[in-house]
């Protein structure tokens, strides 16, 4: 079993974060099956408990390379997502796991940018920066449940701004060094994240909402989300590798961003029903997603799959 638990990557995290976000996103369906998702997150975090106990020193290994840190980001994401799981059975304490969470983001976001970014080397440049600093934005998304809309709103804030400024630089380095090592490559599909994600943070957090600002922000995602999409398609013909991670958590996220548009143009009085559509081929392509790379991650641990 040791021998199982040294093999469990950083990366799982994305996993993990992707079930908790997938959970969310069919909550519509019934709650058993939120409650699904929120086990098999709950069984990841297990896994990723015991590495950390059993082997710190790979961890700390892992948090010197840009690649590694920026993903372990997913790990906070996720912390606060599955707080908002287990809130009806803990109550208060919850708050706490959030506030944990966030405030571990945080103490990412510095360590990241004096280690990696004040330093910084174009070719190191991954999509996976997106999850440091606009992955906070998840405070934004999970906010309501503690009622605690100002941090919800700054931390959106932050997520949009950082956005803006990583699209520029992410994209430079794709356009300018254009050769990427081939476990890295599925991290491009992260692309599709960071868009979504603040789409479902402001629709979450921020008043009063602009119409025009939402479906802005939503024809930007849609259009990354298709790229994502035919990227993702591509490099599920490579073999495993961790990077595949990427393909859970940014195609979720995209569907509850259309979904949660939807939703708030609906309340706003001004609905676009041919979104319902996209947002249930967007939950399919999600659900098949998710689950594949799930499989994929289990057989590498468990069954002796070769990375």
């Not at 004096?114 to 997106?130: D, I, N, T």
């Not at 700054?154 to 994209?171: C, E, H, P, R, Y």
Request: glycine share 6%; proline share 6%; hydrophobic share 60%.
């Amino acid at each position: 079993m040791k021998d199982m638990i040294k093999k469990v990557p950083v990366p799982l995290c994305g996993v993990m974060l992707g079930f908790a976000a997938l959970g969310n996103l069919l909550q519509s369906y019934g709650e058993g099956i939120r409650s699904v998702c929120g086990i098999v997150a709950a069984f990841l975090l297990i896994l990723i408990f015991a590495k950390l106990l059993l082997f710190p020193q790979m961890i700390k290994e892992d948090m010197k390379n840009p690649i590694m840190a920026s993903v372990a980001g997913t790990f906070p994401m996720a912390l606060m997502l599955l707080s908002t799981y287990v809130k009806p059975y803990i109550g208060a304490a919850a708050m706490y796991i959030w506030f944990f969470a966030i405030a571990l983001h945080i103490v990412l976001i510095v360590y990241f940018t004096v280690k990696f970014v004040l330093k910084l080397q174009l070719p190191k440049v991954f999509a996976s920066y997106y999850i440091v600093y606009v992955g906070i934005a998840v405070a934004a998304v999970t906010a309501p449940a503690y009622e605690q809309l100002g941090i919800g709103t700054a931390a959106f804030w932050f997520g949009f701004v950082t956005l803006i400024i990583l699209l520029v630089l992410v994209t430079i380095r794709y356009v300018k060094c254009p050769e990427v090592p081939e476990p890295a490559q599925p991290l491009i599909c992260i692309y599709a994240a960071p868009t979504s994600l603040c789409i479902a943070g402001y629709v979450q957090s921020v008043t009063p909402k602009s119409r025009g600002f939402l479906l802005a922000m939503l024809v930007v995602a849609t259009v990354i989300y298709i790229f994502a999409l035919v990227k993702a398609i591509g490099y599920l013909k490579l073999k495993f590798y961790p990077s595949y991670a990427a393909f859970t958590f940014p195609f979720v996220i995209s569907a509850i961003a259309t979904k949660q548009t939807m939703a708030c143009l609906a309340n706003m009085g001004q609905p676009i029903p041919a979104l319902k559509y996209l947002v249930l081929i967007e939950t399919l392509i999600a659900v098949v997603l998710v689950v594949y790379t799930f499989i994929r991650f289990m057989g590498f641990i468990f069954a002796g799959e070769k990375k």
